[in-house]
Every structure is written in C-alpha cells, then in structure tokens.
C-alpha cells in the first residue's frame, strides 16, 4: 500500500503529538480547551501538507 | 419565555425561503460560476454531515463523555484529513464511472446487483431512524419554544416544504446525472447558518451566563467534579468505536458518499477539504462546552440536548433563542435533504430497477425523474411516520442511534474495494451478512422491542459493535481466499486497487459505427433515448458522429456504460451494455499485459525511490529509445495484439500510439494490417523495398522482424514478434534521379557522337546538293537538290539539337555566372518567338516582381524560357493566354509558365524529360526540349516541377515551375 508523502507527515506529525501532548491536555488544572489546540496544530500541518498537488492526484 | 406560533413558523418558512432563494438563483446563473464553483462552496457542503448529532446531541454527549464527546468530530476529521488513503481514489473511480453512491460503489466493485441491493436495504434501514431523529428534534424544538400547536402539525408541515425543496432542486430536470450547484450552494449556506449559531449562542453564553471567559474560568475551577467527569477517560474502546464508526460514515453515509463524490466539480476541491472541513467542526465543537456550562450553571430544567436554543430563554433573550432555533432547523433540514436524494437513486438503481423496468416506447428520464420525486416524498414521509408512530419518542433516538452503527459493517467492504483485490462478492456478502446480523439480533432487537430475546455473556453494545466487525472481516477473508472470484470481478478489482489503474477491453466490438450503436440500443432503451446517449456520449469523447475506427468505438461503448450507470446503475448499465453491445471476442484476464505493467509503474513513478527508481529509469530510458527510433517499431504480443508503436511509425502510417496499443493487428487498417500480418507469418525474417500505396503516394518500406520469446518472469508471459518497418521512400527516389541524370548524361554523350558522325556526311551532301543546284540547267535537277538542301537542313538542325544537348550537361565547370535580370530574359524569350511567323494569335501576360534577379547565364536562362513558351503556345488554342509569373519565394526565385491548353496525359507525364520523347507529329519536334531545358536548369542549380492540370480548376492546362536560388547581393559580396 502506498502512503503519499504528505498523508505520511500528517500520520507520524499526529502521533508524535499526541505522545507528546497527552499528559498536558489531560493535566487536571490545565484549561479545557487544551485538546482544541493540539487539533488545531495537526489542521495546520494538514493544510500545509496539502498545499500542493500530489503528482499522482487527478 | 413562550414565543408565538406565528413568529417561529414564519422563522422557519422564511429560512427554507430563502434556501429555496439561493437554490432558484443558483440554477438560473444569476450567481457567477466562480462563487457556485468555488471549492469553499464545496467544503462547507460537506458539513452537512454536522446534522442533529453535532447541534444537538453534542451537548448531552459533552456532559456525560466529557473529551469523549470529540470522537465523532475526530472520527470524521480523521477520514479527510487522510483523503489520499480512501476519499481520493474513491472520487477517482466514482468519478471514472459515474458511480452515485455506495451500493453503486460495492455493485461495481463486486460485479452483483446482490451488492446493490443488500447495501441500498441496510441504508434503508439505517437511516430512516436518522430522518426521524432530523423530524423530532426540529419538532421538539419548536414545542419547548411554544405551546400552541402540536408538535406533530409543526414537523408536517416541516416535511412537506423539505419534500417540495427537495424534489425542485434535488431531481432537476435532466437526465439525473447532472450536477445540482443550486443544492449544493444551499447546503453550504445552511453550513454557514449553523456553525454562526453555534459560535453565536457559544459567546453568548460565555457572556450572558458568565460575564467572560475568565469568570467561566473561575467558574469551572469551582466545579471539581464537573472537571473530573470531563477529563474522566471513556470506558475502554467507547472512543475508538465511535471515532471508527464516524470514520466509515464519510463514505458509507448515503448523504456524505453524495456530497463528497456526486456533487465533486474539481477534484482538488478534496485537497481543501482534507483540512478545511476537519477545520469546520473543529469550530463547530467548540462552542459546546460553554452552552453546556452555562446551561449547569443556570439551573436549566430543559433536555440537555437542546442547550443551544434554550440558552437564550435561560438568560432572557429573544434574539439568540432565534438563532439557536435557526440553527436546528438548518442542521435538521440539510441532513433530510441529502440524505433523500442519495437514497431515492440508491433505491431506484438498486431495488426498483433490477425488478421493472421501463419499456424501449416510454420516456425514460422522465421516467426516471418522476419515480426517484416519488421515491423522495416517500422517503421523508417515511421518517415522518417513523418519528409519529411510536408511543415512546425515546426510543426512536435509540433506534436512530443504533441503526447509524449499521454503517459500520461496511468498513471491510470498503477497503477492501481499495487495497485488496482478492476480495469477492462471496465473502463480501457473506461478511456483511454475518455483520449485520449480529447488529441486528444483538443491538437492534433489543432496542427496537425492549426485549433480550438472544444474550451474549452479558458484552457491552461497543463489544458487540467490536465482535459483529471482526466476525465481518473473518468471514469476508475467508470466503473470500476460498472461492473463486469471476473475471469481471477480477477486472472491476484491478480498476479499484490502488495498485492498477484502469484499462480496456482491446477486443473488437459487434457494433462498428456510432449508428449500429444507436441500432442496437434502441431495442433496450428506444430510438430517442439511444439516440440521445449515443450522441452525449460521442460529444463527452470529442468523436465525430461518421467515426468507425475500433479504438473510438471501444472509447464509446465504455463511456456509453459510465454514463447509463449514472442513469441507471452501474448493474444494470453493465447488463444492458454486455447484452446488447459485446465483445466479439471475451479478453483474458490480461493483468500480464505489458501496457498495464508500465502505465501501474508510471502512474506510480513519483513515488518510486532507491533501487526502484533506478530500474524505472533504466526502463523509461530504453523505452524511450524505442519510440525516438528513427525507424517503425511495431511490437505484436500474442494473437497479434499491438504492444508497441513508435512514433516513427505513427509518422509513416498516420495512425496514433494511442489508437492502437492494445488492439489486434486486423484493426489498423490497410495497407498496413496487410503488409504487416503477411510479413509475420512469412518465413523471411527481411523483406526490401516493399511498394506500399499511401494516400494515393508510392512509399517503399523494408520489413525486418525478430522473434520475442516468452521472458522466464511469470508476471510477463509474452510471446510475440518485433516489427522495424524502414521508410525507403526518400532514398528511392534519390536513386530514380540519379539514374535519370545519368541515362541523360549517357543519352548526351551518345548524341555527341552521332551528331559528330552525321554531321561530316550531311555538310558533304549539303555541298554537293548545292553544286549540283547552282551548276546544272535542269530544272527537275536543281528542283530535287533544293530538296537534298532543305532535308541536309532539317538533319543539321537536328544534329545541331543534339551537340547543343549533349553540350548542355558538360559544362559544370565552365559556368557563366553573372547576374541575370529575369523580367528582361522573358521580354526577350517572348519577342523571339513572336518572330515565328507561324505563331497563333496569343496573349502574354507577365506578372514579375520588381528587382527579379539571379546568378547564372542569360543566354541559358533564354534558352530555357524560349523553349517552355514554345511548348506552351503549341499546347495553347488560339486565343488564350500564357501567364509567366515570378515570385519570390524565401530565398528562391520561381518562375512559372501556364497555357491554357488540354494539359499532359496521366500516362506520359513521367516521360517528358526523356529524350526523344515528343507528342508532336513527326517532324515538328526533336523530342529534346525538355530534356534540354532539365540539363540546363540543373546546371544553373535549380530545380523543375510540372504541374498538369493546374491547380486552379478551371484551368486544365500545364503549369511548368522553374525556381532558382535568388541573387542576394550581401551573400554574393561576402
């Protein structure tokens, strides 16, 4: 199965930061939109990742 | 805070207006393409998916899941955010093959109307407890804002002006297959509606409920265990499950597979989408913490679901209650819509088609139109009943709830569809069976009856939901390794895997012209509506109507079967096109074709690294040597199917790449289909100077062949012959005049000395004649030597002809080269002749261009000029006209001399630069007059051509062409 470049920066970009940022969303005084801002990194690096055509696309 | 009926119903009407509105406007082109097209427009159509589910239920979830209430949202993110993976190559093939929806989808990818049909009865059963959902909770709303009229009235007269809305603008008036921009422009303004409600009715109650964000801050921090039930983990799986189930609903949701394939204008549309539509729910779930909170915080005694309309009642305003209404009602409105449409065509194609069809004599798309409007009411009114007729409204949004699960069993299918081709319609109905039937007995009874008629070790509905999935997929994968999957399903599994790409049929076809196409068409469908396809189809390829050759036909019949799939189904479209315009003879499965191995590897070239890429370039450089060869290639892989075509072939035949890789070698056409099947099944491995006739031109082609034996790699089993096809036209005719030149040369030489040895003896008779004449006193004697003087004469001007001849063609050393001014010569050449007593009366007209000048020897020039006008005025009746003519032409002077006679005889045209050649009595021509005027203007480095008859048509006379290089005095001075 062949996984586009851009596909495969938005996978590994999501899990490094859910690795990384679980712990600080979940932190009991932290505030409630925490899980917001994490989303709102990985539409970033999608939008990003998606700015261009893929060769292979339509 | 009661609001009037009159206000909220006069809302609500007024918002379905101006839906209505935007719709009426957009499909009128009051509104420029480029808003309508407009990929935004396109995305925010897509949020119809955010139904009641993400307006309403998303509060209630929020409460009791805390975080977990973001599954669905991530869940449906996730399926765009990885669009390369599942969207795109869905879109692709929808897009191929006109595929409407997702039983089109699996019926096209299994090659069974059982597909179909099974997928359109689970939707159908899955999503009619949405609709209701849809009715109750606009209904619901306006009965918590009014006590005046029954919530039942409120939600008919809903359905009746979404029933009208959808059948105006969702049905169209076409053939179906048409795209609906005003639909779609309106799904995206109601998108709009519902997340400014959303954010609207959030701010305020940060704002109303609150007095800010810090204060809502300060709030939450004195609500310890509010915030421990928010960051309080699901129980184990809940949020992968949900997550999992929304992910599917992006393609298996009859409304989302409609939007997000059928309503698709660009394709690179779904590159925004892929962030920007994860990006509206984003903003769309981020509200809903805050409307709950200040919902708590208010003490509220209404449902928590419906938060965001009574938030405005809870802190005393009007304004935001109507909006929070507005946006229900929009969320609500959209969902029905959409999901109607997919649905009427799902169970037209799928459930109505296969059982009755319309007959050859009726008007099938109107047909078509007026069952799938039927099909729509019925399917909202369905709803309808379905939210009225229980007692207990609870339960349907339980029912809803669980049939939305039902999606789910589809996962396997789908990917499978993608990235497995052994997949087969045995195992994909066997594990959809299994699926559905554990969701059925163990969830759906349950639920629907209030009773456990079956239990199972006491498991949790999300471990049920995990068991049906896996039981799906077992079974899927077992039927599948173990039965045999048909060649079309082959064939359809290749076309839908990543890894191929789509291919044709290359077999000949029964039907051999668009109009044996509507002939044979017209049984199923009828004479306007074959002929109505036909021509679509024929405009959609850009092929003219007269066009026969095998390659456009299999062009047509394939696009013939994508668009009657859009019609129709692709089961039945596939059905009716096999039946009545079939192969002559069925391909083989051809995944070892060699042309499917290189465009899978090209198509994927880009992602090719390392080692691979390497190999790709070696293959794409030697491939590309074989098609710059100056020479044919012609590569036949077994029975005779054309694998290779060079582009030197394509020059020497006309006949494209493209027309023919793939096809028999029967269906090139002659001369060519002729000359290359002889040579292959002859026994000599060369064959010089064929003649071939070429659009009326002789072209003399050599034929080498070698035999390709079959490669030890089984993943190519080819076994053919390789074909150069050598164009000798070019040199051939340098040869013919090289042997001209020379038999001329040869003739010149010979005539020198003829001319030599007649000329001693004739001056000695001449003499003799003349003493004879001038001495005797007898008449009759002097009479008969004026008679050996004049027949000396007439033989030393003969022989004089010849010297000059033979003379003509050896002085290229010694040439005059001076500057000729060609306008004086003709003046000159025209006076001669005028001197000819014996002239016709005939008219000269000169057309010369100022300045005409070249380099060489006037006399020559003259000699060439008097003799082509000769010529002319003997061919020329009296009366006419002979026009010389020079142009300039580049870096060329052309001289033309044109009669207006009977022109030069097919027959001897080749022979008029022969010596001796002449169509003159005897006696009136030496037949060296051309043959001197060739010699000459080779000498002065030019070049004859004869045109007869002349290229004007009203003029069948002879057109003698002269063209010289032109005096450039620069060149000349350097």
Same mark, same amino acid.
């Given at each position: ?27 009991? %005084? ?29 | ?43 925010l ?42 969207l ?5 093939i ?60 409120? !939600? &008919?007269?809903?359905?009746?002006l ?34 400014? !409600? ?14 800010g ?24 799986g ?5 997550a999992?189930?929304?992910?599917? %609903? ?85 969902? &029905?819509?959409?999901i ?20 050859a ?33 609870l ?75 896996? $039981? ?23 076309i ?18 668009? =109009? ?19 021509l ?75 080692? %691979?890429?390497?190999?790709d ?17 012609c ?28 096809? =028999? ?21 060369? =064959? ?5 006739q ?53 003739i ?16 000695g008779? %001449? $003499? ?27 033989t ?41 007593k ?9 057309? $010369? ?30 009366h006419?006209?002979i ?8 870096s ?15 027959? &001897? ?56 290089p ?9």
């Amino acid at each position: 199965m062949y996984i586009p470049p851009s596909t495969l920066i938005i996978l590994v970009f999501s899990y490094l930061l859910f690795l990384l940022s679980t712990d600080w969303v979940m932190q009991e %005084a932290g505030a409630w939109y925490r899980p917001f801002i994490v989303s709102l990194f990985v539409i970033i690096v999608a939008a990003w990742a998606y700015r261009e055509q893929n060769s292979d696309d339509l | 805070m009661i609001f009037d009926l009159s206000t909220l119903f006069g809302l609500g009407v007024a918002y379905l207006a101006i839906l209505f509105g935007i719709a009426f406007v957009t499909d009128r082109g009051w509104i420029p393409q480029r808003i309508t097209q407009h990929p935004l427009v396109y995305v925010l159509s897509l949020g119809v998916f955010a139904s009641v589910w993400s307006y309403y239920a998303a509060t209630g979830n929020a409460f009791r899941d805390g975080f977990g209430y973001l599954a669905p949202f991530i869940g449906i993110s996730l399926a765009f955010l990885l669009s390369p993976l599942m969207l795109r190559p869905i879109l692709n093939i929808t897009k191929s093959y006109q595929l409407s929806s997702m039983a089109d989808l699996l019926a096209f990818r299994y090659r069974s109307p059982w597909a179909g049909t099974l997928t359109t009865l689970v939707m159908l059963i899955g999503v009619t407890p949405l609709l209701s959902l849809q009715i109750q909770a606009v209904a619901n709303t306006v009965g918590i804002l009014t006590t005046e009229a029954s919530q039942t009235t409120l !939600a &008919i007269t809903f359905c009746l002006l979404i029933t009208l809305f959808a059948i105006f603008f969702g049905t169209g008036r076409g053939s179906g297959r048409e795209k609906h921009e005003g639909l779609v422009l309106a799904i995206a303004f109601e998108s709009v509606v519902k997340l400014f !409600a959303l954010l609207a009715v959030g701010l305020f109650s940060v704002y109303a409920g609150f007095g800010g964000f810090d204060a809502m801050n300060q709030w939450l921090i004195e609500q310890p265990e509010l915030l421990r039930q928010l960051k309080e983990p699901s129980p184990p799986g809940t949020f992968q499950i949900t997550a999992l189930l929304f992910f599917t %609903a992006a393609v298996a949701m009859p409304h989302m597979f409609y939007m997000t394939f059928n309503e698709n204008n660009d394709p690179k549309a779904l590159n925004l989408a892929s962030w920007a539509l994860p990006l509206y729910f984003l903003l769309l779930s981020l509200p809903v913490f805050p409307i709950l909170w200040a919902g708590l915080k208010s003490g509220s005694t209404s449902p928590m679901e419906y938060y965001p309309v009574t938030m405005g009642i809870e802190y005393n305003s009007e304004i935001f209650t109507l909006i929070g209404f507005i946006g229900g009602v929009s969320a609500a409105s959209g969902l &029905i819509i959409v999901i109607t449409l997919a649905l009427s065509t799902m169970c037209l194609n799928h459930l109505i088609l296969p059982i009755y069809q319309p007959n050859a004599g009726q008007n099938i798309y109107r047909w078509l139109l007026w069952r799938r409007r039927l099909l729509i009411t019925a399917l909202i009114w369905g709803g309808f009943l379905f939210y009225y007729l229980p007692d207990d409204k609870l339960s349907v949004r339980a029912i809803g709830n669980v049939a939305f699960i039902a999606s789910l069993q589809f996962l396997p299918a789908i990917i499978a569809l993608l990235y497995w081709p052994r997949g087969n319609k045995k195992g994909f109905l066997a594990g959809l069976s299994i699926g559905i039937a554990i969701w059925f007995v163990f969830l759906m009874l349950p639920v629907a009856t209030g009773t456990n008629y079956f239990t199972l070790a006491n498991l949790s509905s999300r471990e049920i939901i995990a068991l049906s999935l896996i $039981c799906n997929v077992t079974l899927f994968v077992l039927v599948s390794l173990f039965t045999r999957s048909s060649d079309e399903e082959k064939a359809s599994a290749d076309i839908c895997s990543l890894d191929t790409l789509r291919r044709r049929n290359q077999s000949g076809l029964s039907a051999k012209s668009p =109009q044996e196409f509507i002939a044979k068409l017209t049984k199923p469908l009828g004479q306007r509506t074959a002929t109505r396809e036909v021509l679509k189809a024929l405009a959609d390829l850009k092929i003219d109507s007269q066009e026969s050759r095998p390659h456009a036909m299999r062009l047509l019949r394939g696009r013939l079967e994508a668009n009657l799939s859009g019609l129709l189904g692709p089961a039945i479209a596939h059905d009716l096109i096999d039946r009545f315009l079939p192969y002559n003879i069925q391909s083989d499965n051809y995944s070892t074709d060699i042309n499917v191995i290189e465009s899978r590897i090209e198509a994927y070239r880009s992602n090719l690294s390392g080692m %691979a890429a390497d190999l790709d370039n070696l293959r794409r450089y030697h491939r590309q040597v074989l098609l710059e060869l100056p020479l044919g290639v012609c590569s036949l892989g077994p029975q005779n199917q054309i694998v290779m075509w060079n582009r030197a072939l394509e020059e020497l035949t006309g006949i494209t790449n493209e027309e023919v890789v793939g096809s =028999q070698l029967d269906e090139i056409g002659e001369p060519w289909c002729s000359i290359i099947l002889n040579f292959t099944h002859g026994e000599n491995a060369h =064959q010089h100077k064929q003649v071939v006739q070429v659009k009326g031109s002789k072209r003399y082609i050599s034929l080498h062949k070698a035999v390709i034996e079959k490669s030890s790699a089984h993943q190519i089993q080819q076994d053919g012959v390789v074909i150069l096809l050598e164009d000798l036209t070019e040199t051939e005719l340098l040869e013919e005049e090289l042997t001209h030149s020379e038999r001329l040369a040869s003739i010149g030489r010979l005539a020198a000395g003829v001319a030599h040895e007649i000329g001693n003896p004739i001056t000695g008779i %001449a $003499c003799l004649a003349q003493n004879i004449r001038d001495e005797t006193d007898s008449d009759e004697l002097r009479s008969m030597a004026r008679q050996i003087i004049e027949q000396t004469d007439r033989t030393s001007r003969i022989v004089q002809s010849l010297v000059n001849f033979a003379h003509s063609g050896s002085h290229l050393t010694e040439k005059t080269r001076e500057i000729v001014d060609i306008e004086e010569c003709i003046d000159e050449a025209i006076a001669l002749i005028s001197l000819n007593k014996k002239s016709k009366d005939i008219r000269y007209k000169i057309a $010369c261009f100022p300045g005409a000048r070249m380099l060489g020897d006037s006399q020559r020039l003259l000699q060439v000029l008097v003799n082509l006008i000769n010529n002319a005025q003997d061919a020329s009746p009296a009366h006419s006209t002979i026009t010389i003519e020079c142009k300039k032409i580049a870096s060329s002077v052309e001289i033309s001399v044109s009669d207006e006679g009977s022109g030069i005889p097919e027959t &001897i045209k080749d022979r008029v630069f022969e010596p001796f050649f002449t169509t003159k009595e005897p006696g009136e021509g030496t037949g060296l007059g051309l043959s001197l005027v060739y010699s000459i203007v080779e000498n002065l480095d030019g070049h004859i051509d004869i045109m007869s008859p002349t290229r004007q048509s009203e003029n069948p006379g002879t057109r003698v062409i002269l063209s010289f290089p032109c005096y450039d005095e620069a060149k000349v001075e350097q």
